[in-house]
């Protein structure tokens, strides 16, 4: 069992595999279609897509090599890996 990676893990990000295994990563369902959204005046949208930005964002920066060497600690805006 398991997995062949087609990529070095240094060049696999943890959002490439959220990506892979659950479809586009959606913090909430406006963040990418607005239409989505059934509150004409939603006073939580634009808070939660700026979080949904820097969750993306750290997703992205982390790497597979990260995640399995955590001894050489990722630090990203106050967060450790």
């Known amino acids: 069992g398991g997995y062949h990676l087609n ?4 060049l696999i990000t943890l959002a490439d ?3 892979v295994v659950d479809h586009e990563f959606t913090l909430v369902e406006c963040v990418h279609t607005h239409k989505t959204c059934k509150v004409q005046r939603c006073p939580t949208q ?3 897509l700026a979080l949904h930005g820097k969750l993306q ?3 992205e920066s982390i790497t597979l090599d990260a995640i399995m060497h955590p ?3 990722v630090t990203l ?3 450790s890996l």
């Open 7 to 10: 990529k070095s893990p240094e």
């Open 71 to 73: 001894q050489n600690s």
């Open 57 to 59: 964002q750290f997703m």
């Open 17 to 19: 595999i959220i990506e």
């Open 46 to 48: 634009t808070p939660l």
């Open 77 to 79: 805006g106050g967060l």
